[in-house]
């Protein structure tokens, strides 16, 4: 089993950074493909960016691309997210996901752990 805390989140200005950090504990870490995933307010969650456990990258999300980069460090066990060139309409609660897999996976059913998230706010 995995368990899943994502920090790095707060309030930033549009044109602004934040660096997303999502840290497992538990076995084998090295085996998980990683998602990220966000819910704005009065929205769906959606799908980010996915990162395989040999870090292997999705086609990110279209609204995202350019911008944010995902990549994962197996020996700390955490997988990031680097969100660069920020938008107000990327304010939204960020979650990370995990299964156990050898590809990459880009929806929600398809993961088995999730973290509890962290909110991301860009100002304007």
């Known amino acids: 089993q995995v368990q899943l805390v994502e920090s790095g989140g707060g309030l930033v200005q549009v044109g602004g950074s934040l660096r997303l950090s999502c840290a497992a504990s538990?076995?084998?870490?090295?085996?998980?493909?990683i998602g990220w995933f966000r819910q704005a307010p009065g929205k769906e969650r959606e799908f980010v960016a996915a990162i395989t456990r040999s870090g292997g990258i999705a086609p990110y999300v279209d609204s995202v691309k350019g911008r944010f980069t995902i990549s994962r460090d197996n020996a700390k066990n955490t997988v990031y997210l680097q969100m660069n060139s920020l938008k107000p309409e990327d304010t939204a609660a960020y979650y990370c996901?995990?299964?156990?897999?050898?590809?990459?996976?880009?929806?929600?059913?398809?993961?088995?752990?999730w973290g509890q998230g962290t909110q991301v706010t860009v100002s304007s």
């Open positions: 538990g076995r084998a870490f090295s085996n998980y493909a």
């Open positions: 996901a995990a299964r156990s897999g050898s590809y990459y996976y880009t929806a929600e059913y398809e993961y088995e752990y």
